[in-house]
Protein backbone atom coordinates (compact mmCIF):
# COMPACT_ATOMS: atom_id res chain seq x y z
CA UNK A 1 0.00 0.00 0.00
CA UNK A 2 1.05 3.78 -0.69
CA UNK A 3 0.50 6.74 1.15
CA UNK A 4 1.03 9.96 -0.26
CA UNK A 5 0.87 12.76 2.74
CA UNK A 6 1.24 16.33 2.09
CA UNK A 7 1.68 19.32 4.46
CA UNK A 8 2.36 23.16 4.53
CA UNK A 9 -0.57 24.86 2.98
CA UNK A 10 -2.05 27.71 4.57
CA UNK A 11 -3.01 31.46 4.08
CA UNK A 12 -1.05 34.31 3.02
CA UNK A 13 -1.29 37.44 1.63
CA UNK A 14 -0.52 38.33 -1.61
CA UNK A 15 3.34 38.69 -2.93
CA UNK A 16 3.92 36.25 0.25
CA UNK A 17 5.52 32.68 0.28
CA UNK A 18 4.78 28.97 1.33
CA UNK A 19 6.21 25.76 1.03
CA UNK A 20 4.53 22.48 0.15
CA UNK A 21 5.76 19.04 1.04
CA UNK A 22 4.81 15.50 -0.23
CA UNK A 23 5.96 12.51 1.18
CA UNK A 24 5.20 9.51 -0.67
CA UNK A 25 5.50 5.91 1.66
CA UNK A 26 4.61 1.93 1.52
CA UNK A 27 5.15 -0.50 -1.15
CA UNK A 28 7.91 1.58 -3.10
CA UNK A 29 10.37 0.37 -5.35
CA UNK A 30 10.19 3.01 -7.93
CA UNK A 31 8.70 6.79 -7.96
CA UNK A 32 8.88 7.90 -11.86
CA UNK A 33 7.25 11.27 -12.01
CA UNK A 34 6.09 12.78 -9.15
CA UNK A 35 4.20 16.57 -9.35
CA UNK A 36 1.43 19.46 -7.65
CA UNK A 37 -2.18 19.81 -9.21
CA UNK A 38 -4.35 21.67 -7.74
CA UNK A 39 -7.86 22.80 -8.14
CA UNK A 40 -9.73 26.00 -8.01
CA UNK A 41 -13.48 26.23 -6.88
CA UNK A 42 -15.12 25.51 -10.35
CA UNK A 43 -11.97 24.45 -12.20
CA UNK A 44 -10.27 21.46 -13.23
CA UNK A 45 -7.49 20.21 -11.52
CA UNK A 46 -4.39 21.57 -13.67
CA UNK A 47 -0.73 20.01 -13.38
CA UNK A 48 0.95 22.99 -11.58
CA UNK A 49 4.64 21.77 -11.86
CA UNK A 50 6.20 18.11 -12.77
CA UNK A 51 9.40 16.45 -12.25
CA UNK A 52 11.15 13.52 -13.68
CA UNK A 53 13.23 10.58 -11.32
CA UNK A 54 16.84 13.03 -12.85
CA UNK A 55 16.33 16.73 -13.27
CA UNK A 56 13.64 17.33 -15.72
CA UNK A 57 11.13 19.85 -14.48
CA UNK A 58 8.09 21.51 -15.73
CA UNK A 59 5.71 24.52 -15.25
CA UNK A 60 2.53 25.31 -15.90
CA UNK A 61 2.97 28.91 -17.45
CA UNK A 62 1.47 31.05 -15.18
CA UNK A 63 3.48 30.07 -12.10
CA UNK A 64 6.95 29.88 -13.99
CA UNK A 65 9.51 31.89 -12.35
CA UNK A 66 7.67 32.33 -9.35
CA UNK A 67 7.32 28.61 -8.03
CA UNK A 68 10.25 25.58 -7.89
CA UNK A 69 9.42 21.99 -7.31
CA UNK A 70 12.16 20.32 -6.04
CA UNK A 71 12.88 16.28 -5.19
CA UNK A 72 14.54 14.41 -2.52
CA UNK A 73 14.10 10.32 -3.14
CA UNK A 74 10.36 9.91 -2.08
CA UNK A 75 9.86 13.85 -0.96
CA UNK A 76 8.71 16.53 -3.36
CA UNK A 77 8.38 19.51 -2.51
CA UNK A 78 7.23 23.11 -4.04
CA UNK A 79 8.55 26.57 -3.26
CA UNK A 80 6.04 29.25 -4.10
CA UNK A 81 6.59 32.69 -3.85
CA UNK A 82 5.23 35.92 -5.15
CA UNK A 83 1.99 34.28 -4.79
CA UNK A 84 -1.13 35.84 -6.43
CA UNK A 85 -4.86 34.95 -5.66
CA UNK A 86 -5.60 33.40 -8.73
CA UNK A 87 -3.13 30.32 -6.79
CA UNK A 88 -5.92 29.92 -4.37
CA UNK A 89 -6.58 26.10 -4.51
CA UNK A 90 -6.72 22.56 -2.88
CA UNK A 91 -2.97 21.55 -4.06
CA UNK A 92 -2.62 17.56 -4.42
CA UNK A 93 1.01 16.00 -4.56
CA UNK A 94 1.24 13.60 -7.19
CA UNK A 95 3.22 10.45 -7.59
CA UNK A 96 3.22 7.70 -10.50
CA UNK A 97 5.13 4.51 -10.03
CA UNK A 98 6.38 2.51 -12.36
CA UNK A 99 5.99 -0.84 -10.44
CA UNK A 100 2.62 -0.63 -10.75
CA UNK A 101 1.88 1.55 -13.05
CA UNK A 102 -0.54 3.72 -11.23
CA UNK A 103 -1.20 7.21 -9.99
CA UNK A 104 -1.38 8.20 -5.95
CA UNK A 105 -2.62 11.24 -4.68
CA UNK A 106 -2.43 12.51 -1.55
CA UNK A 107 -5.56 14.04 0.49
CA UNK A 108 -5.16 18.11 -0.90
CA UNK A 109 -3.89 20.90 1.12
CA UNK A 110 -5.52 24.10 0.95
CA UNK A 111 -3.85 27.65 -0.33
CA UNK A 112 -5.49 30.36 0.30
CA UNK A 113 -4.15 33.76 -0.91
CA UNK A 114 -5.59 36.85 -0.11
CA UNK A 115 -5.20 40.61 -2.01
Known amino acids: QVQVVESGGGSVQAGGSLRLSCSVS????????MGWYRQAPGKQRELVAG?????STSYVDSVKGRFTISRDNARVYLQMNSLKPEDTAVYYC???????????WGQGTQVTVSS
Open 26 to 33: GSIYAIDT
Open 51 to 55: IGSGT
Open 94 to 104: NAFLSSTMRDY
